[in-house]
């Protein structure tokens, strides 16, 4: 069963008590024990009903101290009925318990909640600065490869004149292709590095 108090549901339940008392052997029983001798080797117990009652507050397998009564039983001098004011002052500490339990979790929710976003705004800064350096050694590449290819064409041409061979020809048509490459190696004809890339990240 369950009580409501300041919305939060408290279980309880009622047990009867249990007597342990040794096993008297049917009939039947004892003709097993002249055949089957083992297995009365060890004393045999009856669980009978007191007709006491038991009040416990908390689910059926509840575990540790609550800092609070969870029992109540009849006994020979006192009843279980003359318990009940007790019972329901519990019910209240309880409720308050569950009450404080809800708060603080709720206070671990929202701090793992704002560890979980800052631990995400963190790795995702960490993406943007990783996209940065890889712009960069790609304009890197870049550019090495168009100074590179500045040099060897103004080292060929230069080659070419001071050995007398025509600019012409074959020839011709290689430097001007590689003119034409050299402007395509150069990392600033789309535009000057970026710091900011966040637009870029969200297109890959």
Not at 1 to 27: A, G, Y
Not at 105 to 128: D, G, H, N, V, Y
Request: glycine share 4%; net charge positive; with cysteine.
């Amino acid at each position: 069963m369950e009580v409501e108090v300041f919305n939060f549901s408290i279980p309880f339940r009622f047990e009867e008590k249990l007597e342990r008392r040794e096993h008297i052997l049917t009939l039947e029983e004892k003709k097993d024990k002249v055949k089957n001798p083992w297995k009365y080797e060890r004393p045999l117990y009856d669980h009978v009903p007191t007709g006491l009652l038991i009040l416990r507050i908390g689910e059926k397998h509840t575990y540790g101290n609550p800092g609070y009564r969870i029992r109540w039983s009849d006994g020979k001098r006192m009843k279980m009925e003359k318990e009940i004011g007790d019972f329901c002052r519990v019910l209240i500490l309880a409720a308050i318990k569950k009450r404080n339990n809800a708060i603080e979790s709720e206070i671990r929710k929202r701090k793992w909640e704002e560890e979980e976003k800052r631990r995400q705004k963190l790795a995702f800064l960490q993406q943007l600065d990783e996209r940065r350096v890889e712009n960069l050694r790609i304009a890197i590449d870049s550019y090495e490869m168009m100074v590179k290819t500045q040099g060897f064409v103004s080292y060929v041409r230069e080659r070419a004149i001071a050995q007398g061979k025509p600019l012409e020809g074959d020839l011709a048509a290689w430097i001007e292709w590689a003119e034409k490459y050299t402007i395509r190696c150069d990392p600033l004809r789309i535009g000057y590095p970026q710091y900011d890339v966040r637009k870029e990240w969200e297109m890959r």
